[in-house]
């Protein structure tokens, strides 16, 4: 036992060891002009940490995005799934542990940008460092706003994206047009409709608990436990009343996004749900959803956020990570990016600080085919509340929900 | 009779997944209440070879991985199991086996993450070799653990006695002996490492790119073609080493 | 001789080192992430997680669900392999069996639980079948065979995974024991088949597979991808209840899953040294 015990000890002594061997503090790094960067970043490895659930987007970087900043400064960049929390403990760890990050890029938002702030885990502010960074539309409150965060150079924008509903054309000929109508429309059509309890299902209890308050203001600046406590009581009384309603007589729910998906796909249920305003067309471009898929934001609006990029403050190849930021913002990445039979991820570009004949090709993008336009649902944007209404929502849903008995 | 009954049952039992997947892996937008697909396509397939050019090198890769963990594992379990067996306790060397079983392997990849990071692993195949030995060694030691028994030691002494050299003892009667469970062992400790993307993923930051890392992703997607098409590039390989290596892995040892 | 045991015990340290080191180490950090001494946001000591802990019935829930899931699978597999070991011996020596039994070993949980949901869910592939037959006649209708109550789809699960593994296992054993040589021996004493199989058989092969059947229900108890796939989110398995408190949203609930995964390894720990020192005194 004792033998053990000094094992123990040992390894735990590991813990306190071992002290800082990063070569370049972070001032050092965002000191330097961009040309030195440039000069600095070329022929270096890149490591971006990314999800990588859709061929789609995995193609898009490894085709387009790998090739090219090859081509451009001789970067290799290495792609690899992580996201979320997992993301925000690797990157917490290493640097507990005082040591180089093993991630240079990650693609982040809202509750992981939260986090990983926390942590300190992020190089910048970088943003004004890219020369393309004057073509991002900064002024717009849903991209220079991450869930209420002030972005403050500390992550870039990427993409920007609004929660649909998605439903079966062929199955529901009128679907409830807004929140209000929702309820009544469930009991009518029972075992269609269900919520899955991961982030999108949170974004929508977000935009039903916005609904039903009537005031998005409410929900501005941070997080209010009085106006939370009155309006999610509100939202899980409506929840419970439609419950019996529900796929499976609302007596369990799905656990994943990917797994509602499927159920959709296979005609189990009538509604599924996406935070990308574009991926009902990306889904029945891969034969996944049925070609009667549509998709619609219902009234008064729902959530529309950005997701960004950060560079690891860690990171041993800081430079070269810049650059390839620099590269996914540029016009043409962007471009390629929105273009439903690649991606369709709406670009974080100030069109009007494009040359003319860059705005055109934007404008002239092949338009969706399922999906609504997205002029038509900008007036139905609302902003992503502070992260604490989600974690709230995200524990209060199993409690007040899934794990109440059914009425 | 009963027993044709029994190996047909259980031989569509086992070669239903494979048929299902493979219907999946060519059909889209198939649904309820059709029973076989409307229509055909490689789509999937395609799609998943243009997302990633490089499943080839994350084959040889995995291979070359699982290989390695299943020979360090089964040699190394072999070994152990015979030190542990002559140890003074070896029921406490037993149950210390079971500690990393403990850990549930969610909680154990990340409970070991700060101690790979900081011996300097972290994002190395070394990372990756450590954690999946730490499932797969106490496995195939608790696994061959049974093989050392009274019986054994007897068998080898009787070599001994009949004028063997140790080393002819163990290759001409004990390994013998123990082939039955050294191929589980083996098979299982192979796949083990072959099927592991929590392992691999984190403690490599994504770095090692093993077949299985590159298409795990999909498999929980929302994509069921595609996730059929990953399904069968994790399953085919094995499946097929499995198909090559049946007479070695079958063959009765001869004892001699 | 001495030189071959001197490497024994290097051996035996090295791998002390790896097995014992390494999980204890990340013990301790769990123990000390839970009350606020290590972790991403550790502000330093509190009492404050273990003290709510009271409160909180989840993870007792979790347990008690997760043992009755792995207690079934193991009994229901060691039933189909121990029937299969002594009721078709014959069968299993011949062609294909052999191969025919390693097949499923290819399958990981992740891929098991896609297909068993696209298999048994109510728009998959049987319900399909029973509604071109005329067996059902709506969606609805299909009896709800994962994502049930009562684990079942977990259970089916695990037991199309562990059984042949334990049929594998159980044979070589039978082999390697001499088992058939004991079988003539009884019978010629004057034995009935029944009394080799329940007497001799059956305590041999269960005494002997003891630590792999133990190491089966154990990663049934920690699975992760069966039940996040074939189950419901209550009641939650172990592992996923460990990974919504490690995985989700919120930096500050660490410690509190830190201590969930304390407590849930010192747990396991514990069942482990009392089943262990059980099949010891069954030993004979």
Redesign the interface.
Known sequence: MKKILLLFLAALSLLSGCGSDMFRTPQQTLAQTWPQIEAKGRNQPVSMQMWMGDPLINKYMSTYVKPEVKRLYGIDLQISAAQGAGLAQTLAAEKEAGQPSQADIVWINGETFYQLRQVDALLGPFVDKLPNAHFLDLQNPFINTDFQQPVAGMECPWGNVQFTFIYDSSKVARPPKSFAELPAFVKAHPGQFTIPNEFTGMTLLKSWMMALAGDPKLFQGKFNEAVYTKWSGELWRQVNASRPYFWKQGQTFPEQLAQLHQLFANGEVAFTFSNNDAEVDNKVNQGVFPATARAYVPTPGTIQNSHYLGVVQGSQHPEAALLVVNFLISPEAQLKKMDPNVWGDHTVLNLAALTAAQRQQFEQLPSRRYAPRRASIQGLALAEPDPEYMTRLFKDFRAHVIEAPVR | M??KL??TL??G??A??FG??AL?AVA??W?????LPAEY?L??LR??L????ELLAGLGRSLLLASVVAAVATA?GF??A???A??ARP?R????????????????A??????I????L??SVGGVL?GL??IA???A???L???WSQ?ATEYEQLARTLGCTPRQAFQQVLLP??W??LR?AL??TF?LSW?D?GFT??L????V?TLT?QV?????????????VA?LL??LP??LL?WVN?KA??RRPDLG | MSSKLRSGKLLLGLYALLVVGLPLAGLGYALLGSVGVVGPLAAGFTGRYWLALGADTGLLKSALFSLWVAGASLGLSVAAALGLVLGAQATLRRRPFPTLLYVPLLMPSLVMGFYLFQLLSRAGWLSRLSFQLGLTHSLDAFPELVQDAAGGGIILAQVLLAFPFLTLLFQAIYQESRLDDYRQLTQTLGASAAQFRWRVAVPVLLRRAAPALLLSGIATLGAYDLPLLLGRPYPQMLSVYIATRLQRFDLRELPAAYLAGFLVAVGLLGLILVLIRLTRRHAF
């Open positions: 009963r027993s029994l190996t259980l031989g039992l086992f239903l997944p299902l997947l999946l889209p937008g649904r309820f209440p059709a029973v396509s789509g999937a799609s998943l243009a997302a990633d050019n190394g070994g152990l015979w030190a542990i002559r140890t029921g060397w037993e149950a210390l086996s079971y500690l990393p079983y403990a850990l549930p392997p969610v909680l154990l990340v409970l070991i993450q700060p101690f990071i900081r011996l300097h972290s994002g450590v030995l730490l060694l106490p496995f030691t608790l696994l653990r049974s093989f019986q002996l123990a039955p469970l589980t098979f299982q796949l099927f993307f993923n984190l490599s930051v994504g770095k790119r890392v795990f992703t999909y498999v929980g997607e929302a994509n069921a073609q595609l996730a059929a399904s994790l399953l094995p499946a499995l049946k892995l079958l």
